[in-house]
């Protein structure tokens, strides 16, 4: 994951991969709290600038800036912007209509929404703090290895196979065997075994 937004990316992606490498030092800590505190008010007169160049060369004419702060909110206004809907687009208003509670209710957002002249949106801005990217990054981390794990253990399961003589003290430890014709029932136990006659099936 690229973090090319923050000002300190440089310094913080040397920081990431010390530490994956169990390589901390002293000075992390105070760097780290610097960046988390200081790091919006650096970097977001720079992401202002560059969102309005963009929306300057797609739409020269003003906007009306709109802050959100839910993502009901968010849905609401694109439904409100979509007069003309497509089929699936359609069948998803319909389904957010019906059934709003399925759709995450109430989760904080913090959009920017940009509006023409006429109420319909040109575009939005998402912002992420630090500390949301923070917990995106341990998720996809805590996923990856989840899965280098598993498919380790799947590897060295195949190369080394139980023998058959402990697949078969395994079975016998958990499951109740029945002889034939006899009806024995043998439950293994400690120091020998409890057997049970019945009538003959």
């Not at 920017?112 to 990054?137: F, P, Q, T």
């Not at 003290?169 to 049970?196: F, I, K, N």
């Amino acid at each position: 994951m690229h973090l090319t937004s923050i000002t300190h990316r440089k310094q913080l992606f040397e920081l990431a991969t010390r530490w994956f490498g169990d390589a901390p030092r002293p000075g992390d800590g105070r760097f780290l709290t610097q960046v988390f505190t200081y790091e919006n008010i650096i970097t977001a007169g720079m992401v202002r600038a560059l969102l309005t160049g963009i929306k300057d060369a797609v739409h020269p004419g003003p906007i009306q800036l709109r802050r959100l702060q839910s993502k009901d909110e968010l849905r609401d206004a694109i439904l409100g912007a979509c007069p003309d809907p497509s089929p699936r687009e359609a069948e998803l208003f319909r389904q957010y209509r019906q059934r709003p509670e399925e759709f995450f209710p109430g989760t904080p957002s913090d959009v920017v929404l940009g509006l023409r002249a006429d109420s319909s949106i040109l575009g939005m801005a998402r912002v992420k703090r630090l500390r949301r990217i923070a917990e995106k990054c341990s998720r996809r981390v805590a996923d990856a290895l989840a899965g280098t794990i598993n498919d380790r253990a799947r590897a060295v399961a195949l190369r080394h196979p139980p023998a058959p003589a402990a697949v078969q003290h395994e079975r016998d430890g958990r499951r109740l065997r029945t002889g034939g014709a006899g009806g024995v029932a043998h439950l293994p136990g400690r120091g020998g075994g409890v057997q049970a006659r019945g009538p003959a099936h």
